[in-house]
């Protein structure tokens, strides 16, 4: 195909699920879908999350595993150039990360080449196709937190750096024009409700449960879905394949779609399927081209049948759901469930349910046990959309992790609904920055804040204001950055830790040290915005000295969903029987009332 036509007619990208440390397998894997598509290639993969970028056993240690479940991967052998992907490669953060590395790159940047990391939050353009994506899971009780997480981590930071901030899915919801896709570790909450829902409760039945309390999935994700509205949504995290429509009316409310699959889904699409047997697919599923399991769509190429073939070196691993691995939470309990993976906050929903106690008595109580706040009266984040955002029908799909007879792979050629810079006149689709994320990294550049967990987030100043704001930025990135030929993001990547070797020790005691990445002093030079990642060699030596923090006792009940419905179930609980100790301390003769000091 001539490449000026291939570029006119769209982008070929795979899709993969959980990344996990198998790059060999999964770039084999593409290879091998593209030959029996009769394609040369894709433009682009993209990788859902957990995708594990080890540089040496001493990242391993910051990764959120059991010891036993640390494996290096074959990352390695890509950052030091042994190894180059074969295609351009971008992924958002999950739960299971080399965390110390992604740090270096919080705006984004190479991990090896070829291979780049959206960041906490981003917006790229490859060949004129908008892409946003999001990192991280919803923990309810650190969403308005800052990102305090510094090394050396404490094993509280082991587990929150990668859970998503309000401040990045803020940045997110400025955004005005369309996006093409959108990309999330976690599923958006809610999305199973636009699918065959029944179908995900025979593969997974512990999510019924949780879809009925309203907590399955990542609540910022949705904010973000809804607010920017693009033509494919792409996530993992939950090791399954699952495909849903969520349409909208004029009235900004989301429906599900019952229309055809034919009807929504433009794109050319082909699946890399298990030898497993499908689900039957019900006649009221909400199905998609994305999901043709069973029979490909009338008039399109026949989806790509058959399975991976194990390769014994490059995906046979240890399945790291961490089921059967013992965690002790706060209150001491051994539980064999992972908090982090799949095992979405059983039994409390986003706001905890409604105490007895009487206000006057609920008055006398520390501020720990106070009423949560109200929903805001502004109403649901990042509603009501700019007009500029006109696409209605949004087809999501998560994918499974790579591994022999699991659904993770989907091929698709995507038409271009962006405005690009160069539909027809280069055979090699551009990577570019996004001039509008640009102006808004400008504006949001000065609320980041590091290393101080009692620091808080600026307050959320509007959407109005914001704009005015980001607008006078559009204008500085227009005359600094896009007229000066600059959007194309340079190929920059530099070896910063010490590179694994074979026969090294996968598993040590010492931990990583933090870095300065020039990618990061690169690209704040560009935008124009001071680098807060910068460190000199004595404030770091300091922080090591200085050791880890103290754990801190998870004393909020919080939004509840992924973990935060414990504790909001113990406030509950403490709330009445504090009550009525107050009560009883007020009404028996010769006592004073208990002050709430």
Not at 25 to 40: H, K, L, P, T
Not at 123 to 133: K, M, Q
């Amino acid at each position: 195909m001539n490449p000026a036509l291939q570029e006119a007619q769209g982008l070929r990208i795979a899709v993969e699920g959980c990344g996990h440390g198998t790059l060999d397998a999964i770039y084999a894997s593409v290879g091998n879908a593209c030959e029996a598509r009769g394609w040369d290639g894709v433009d682009l993969l993209i990788i859902g999350g957990d995708f594990q970028s080890v540089r040496n056993a001493s990242d391993l240690t910051v990764m959120s595993c059991p010891v036993k479940y640390r494996e290096i991967g074959d990352f390695y052998s890509y950052y030091s150039g042994a190894t180059k992907a074969p295609y351009l490669t971008i992924f958002v953060g999950g739960n299971h990360e080399a965390s110390s590395h992604l740090w270096e790159l919080f705006y984004g940047g190479w991990v090896a080449p070829n291979i780049y990391y959206m960041g906490a939050a981003n917006v790229v353009r490859v060949g004129g196709v908008r892409i946003a994506g999001m990192s991280g899971i919803w923990k309810g009780y650190n969403f308005n937190k800052t990102h305090h997480e510094r090394l050396p981590y404490s094993q509280d930071d082991v587990k929150s750096i990668y859970h998503v901030r309000e401040i990045d899915t803020r940045k997110l919801l400025q955004l005005r024009t369309q996006v093409d896709i959108g990309i999330s570790h976690d599923w958006p909450r809610a999305i199973e409700k636009s699918g065959n829902a029944k179908a995900l409760w025979r593969m997974k039945p512990d999510f019924e449960q949780e879809s009925k309390d309203g907590t399955l999935g990542n609540q910022a994700a949705t904010f973000v879905m809804d607010r920017l509205r693009p033509p494919y949504w792409f996530s993992a995290h939950m090791h399954c394949k699952f495909a849903a429509t969520k349409t909208y009316d004029d009235d900004d409310a989301p429906k599900s779609n019952n229309l055809p699959a034919t009807a929504l889904a433009p794109a050319v699409v082909a699946t890399i399927q298990s030898a497993a047997p499908t689900i039957t697919h019900n006649s009221d599923e909400i199905d998609l081209d994305m999901d043709d399991d069973d029979t490909p769509a009338p008039a399109q190429p026949t989806a790509t049948n058959g399975t991976v073939p194990k390769n014994q070196d490059e995906i046979s691993l240890d399945d790291d759901d961490e089921d059967n691995e013992p965690e002790t939470p706060i209150n001491g309990t051994s539980t064999s469930k992972n908090k982090d993976e799949i095992d979405l906050d059983y039994g409390a929903a986003d706001v905890p349910p409604q105490s007895s106690v009487p206000s006057d008595l609920r008055a006398q109580l520390p501020a720990a046990f106070a009423r949560p706040a109200a929903p805001s009266a502004r109403g649901q984040p990042g509603q009501p959309i700019p007009p500029e955002i006109t696409n209605k029908v949004v087809r999501f799909l998560a994918l499974d992790k790579c591994l022999p007879g699991r659904k993770f792979l989907q091929l698709l050629e995507i038409p271009r609904t962006s405005s690009g810079r160069d539909l027809t006149s280069h055979p090699k689709v551009k990577f570019e920055y996004d001039p509008e994320w640009l102006a808004i990294t400008r504006v949001f550049a000065s609320h980041i804040t590091l290393g101080d967990k009692n620091a808080r987030a600026p307050n959320d100043i509007g959407e109005a204001n914001y704009r005015t704001l980001i607008e006078k930025e559009q204008v500085w990135v227009e005359e600094n950055i896009v007229k000066s030929g600059k959007l194309e993001i340079p190929e920059n990547f530099v070896l910063t830790a010490p590179i694994f070797e074979v026969g090294m020790p996968e598993i040590v005691n010492e931990g990583p040290v933090e870095y300065n990445n020039p990618q990061m002093q690169d690209f704040c030079d560009l935008v124009g915005i001071e680098n807060k990642f910068f460190s000199t060699e004595e404030e770091r030596a300091e922080r090591m000295n200085n050791g880890p923090p103290p754990p801190e006792p998870r004393r909020d009940g919080g939004f509840g969903g992924r973990g935060g419905g414990r504790v909001a179930e113990m406030s509950t609980t403490l709330v009445p029987f504090l009550a009525l100790l107050l009560w009883l301390a007020s009404v028996l003769p010769g006592t004073e009332p208990l002050s709430a000091t």
